[in-house]
């Protein structure tokens, strides 16, 4: 829903751009971080509805980092997506397993972005952070 806030966690500015481009075009309130540590200042400051989050990022990678956020009360409802390079055979396993409510493979289809996002978000509860 527009004006829902959204995080992006990755550590390819490119990438970054493209989606905060793309989603802050339908509405969103999208912020932006590149590793593990600005992500958790991020959602110290307002929590995210929903989080876009890289696996592979320097330091604790985003599996890691899920997993971190799904054991702690005040994080867990937040709906993970992640995103990753590596799309091969028990990738959604592992995902799931660390938490993520799903996944998107890169390179990023920005046609169906906005419909996969909406579609995690009509699904998430609405009173968890505001």
Excluded: W
């Excluded at 490119?14 to 509405?27: A, I, P, S, W, Y």
Aim: hydrophobic share 45%.
């Amino acid at each position: 829903m527009p004006g829902d806030p959204i995080l992006i966690v990755d550590d390819n500015p490119t990438n970054l751009k493209l989606v905060r481009v793309l989603l802050g075009g339908e509405g969103y309130a999208v912020r932006t971080a590149m590793n593990a540590a600005e992500a958790l200042a991020e959602i110290a400051k307002r929590p995210p509805r929903l989080i876009l989050m890289d696996i592979q990022l320097p330091g604790m990678d985003g599996l890691a980092l899920t997993r971190m956020l799904k054991a702690d009360a005040a994080t867990r409802d937040i709906v993970v997506v992640a995103l990753t390079a590596y799309a091969m055979k028990g990738d959604e396993e592992r995902v799931l397993a660390a938490g993520c409510n799903g996944y998107v493979s890169k390179p990023i289809d920005t046609r169906s972005l906005p419909r996969v996002v909406a579609g995690f978000l009509a699904e998430a509860p609405r009173n968890v952070h505001e």
